[in-house]
Nanobody, 114 residues
């Protein structure tokens, strides 16, 4: 089971950056794989990035590749999503998910507008 808590969202202008965090608790963090998802208002939740544990490989959606970087710090039980060159279409709620488990965070809101 366990739980995930996202943070780091906010309201920014196009071209700005944000760093999202996802803190896990209640499960063996280091062996888990995680994904970030984005849900725009009124739309389906879509995959953004994934980070595995052994080895620590990463995957990105086409829209995220080149702009976003997923990383992890197992000592801190934290997964990060560094978001750069943000665009208005990046607006929405970002969720952290523990792969293969029904474990999701509550989400953190990102708003990109001028």
């Amino acid at each position: 089971q366990g739980r995930l808590v996202e943070s780091g969202g906010g309201s920014v202008q196009p071209g700005d950056s944000l760093r999202l965090s996802c803190v896990g608790a209640g499960f063996p963090f280091s062996g888990a794989a995680f994904s970030w998802y984005h849900q725009a208002p009124g739309k389906e939740r879509k995959h953004v990035a994934t980070i595995y544990s052994t080895p620590t490989l990463t995957e990105y959606s086409d829209s995220a590749k080149g702009r976003f970087t997923i990383s992890r710090n197992n000592r801190e039980n934290t997964v990060y999503l560094q978001m750069t060159n943000l665009k208005p279409e990046d607006t929405g709620v970002y969720y952290c998910h523990r792969m293969n488990y029904a474990t999701w965070g509550q989400g953190t809101q990102v708003t990109v507008s001028s």
